[in-house]
Structure formats: C-alpha cells, structure tokens
C-alpha cells in the first residue's frame, strides 16, 4: 500500500505570492494533520482535520488556511508568503482522531518551500 | 510553541555503543511518542509509551516515562551507522494536535 504522499517534492516562490501544498493520506485514513518544521526545529503543528471538518489548529496566522476532501486527502493554503514562511511542510495522516496522541501519525516526504 | 525539549541536542557515537537521549515536556500528557527522521524527510514513528507505563520496548529500543520529572528517555543499543537521524520526542494533549520537540541529532560512525 502507497504511503502518505505529498505534492509538489519542492517549490519555490517569492514574498506576496500564494501557495497550494497537497496531501494524500493512506488509504483508509481518515485524518490529515500539517506541520511546518523551520529548518534545525522539530514540526509544529498547524491543522488537523478528520472526516473533512477541523478538528484542531495551531498558533498560525490566518495566512494559513486547510481544508479536506471527501476521499480525505487534503489541500494546505498559505497566502501573503513571508520569508520566514520557508519550510519543510510535512503532512500526516492516521486511522482515526481519537485525542490523547492515542494514533500513531504517518508522514509523508514533505514539500520543502522555498519564499525569496 | 514546542512542548517537548530533547537533550542533548547533538550526539556522536562508534558504531556498537548504545546511545540516549533525554525528552522533557511541561503538561500532563495521556501519551508520549518518539519519532525519527532522516535527512529532512517524512518522520517515522518508532514507539508510544503510555502515562501509565514507565518502561517499554521494541527491539534495539527501550524508553522510559517518568510522569512526575516529565521526562522520557530513549535508549538505543547496539547501533547502527543507519540510526544515524534526528530523534524526536511528541506530546499531546486531550486533543490529537502532537507537540514535537526540537530534536536530538545522532550520528554513529561506522
């Protein structure tokens, strides 16, 4: 079975653009989670969602925006691009959201994005 | 913010030597969670101790939770040059939003 996947690998913008990043869960996964991870720190959470409604969110500005789709993958969208918006964003899925940090979260590759 | 501190934060080893890293949080936490990743790519997840367990293993893997320091340690032994990653430690609260650490990185020279 395909593990989590992520479009595109790398992408390279400047200041003010948008940027769509995708995601596509295991099949089967019914919950998609993004973090950003700033080169040399761990990932910070930015969304959760499950069953396509949003479930949890991270201290990002509005800027930042997420959604899921019915099949459950899931599109991340930030706008007004900053420098410091340059990341590996990382997407994860897993079975379910059970709370507590219960579902062990698989990750994808990541989209490495780079704002000049 | 990061909930989870890892320590040290950089970690050389010879190849066969076991290796530790220590995590630290600062909320209570229904679970803990230790992660690998290789190169700036996609974690994976190594192993999940619960609040009410002190001790687990996995193969070459053995962490430790002590609720009461908020602290957790992962232990690997006998390693590899292919252990060679960044270690990090997640936390979550009653939600399922995982607060990562800032990592340990480790290298084991062959």
């Known amino acids: 079975d395909a593990g989590v996947t992520q479009s595109p690998t790398h992408l390279i913008k400047t200041r003010g653009q948008h940027v769509t990043l995708r995601c596509s869960p295991i099949s089967g996964h019914k919950s998609v989670s993004w973090y950003q991870q700033v080169l040399g720190q761990g990932p910070q959470f930015i969304f959760q969602?499950?069953?396509?409604?949003?479930?949890g969110r991270g201290n990002f500005p509005d800027r930042f925006s997420a959604r899921q789709f019915p099949n459950y993958s899931s599109e991340l969208n930030v706008n007004a691009l900053l420098l410091g918006d340059s990341a590996l964003y990382l997407c994860?899925?897993?079975?379910?959201?059970?709370?507590?940090?219960?579902?062990?979260?698989?990750f994808g590759p990541g989209t490495r994005l780079t704002v000049l | 913010s990061q909930q989870g501190e890892e320590d040290p934060q950089a970690l050389s080893i010879q190849e066969g030597e076991n290796a530790t890293m220590n995590c630290s949080y600062k909320?209570?936490?229904?679970?803990l969670q230790w992660y690998r990743q290789n190169s700036g790519r996609g974690l994976v997840h190594l192993i999940l101790i619960r609040s009410n367990e002190r001790e687990k293993h996995s193969g070459r893997l053995r962490v430790t939770l002590d609720t009461s320091k908020k602290s957790s340690s992962l232990l690997i032994t006998a390693s590899r040059a292919a252990d060679t990653a960044s270690y990090f430690c997640a936390t979550a609260n009653t939600g399922n939003q995982f607060y990562f650490g800032t990592g340990t990185s480790l290298t084991v020279i062959p």
């Open positions: 909320t209570s936490i229904n679970n």
């Open positions: 969602y499950y069953e396509k409604e949003e479930r």
């Open positions: 994860a899925s897993s079975l379910v959201a059970s709370g507590g940090g219960t579902d062990t979260q698989y």
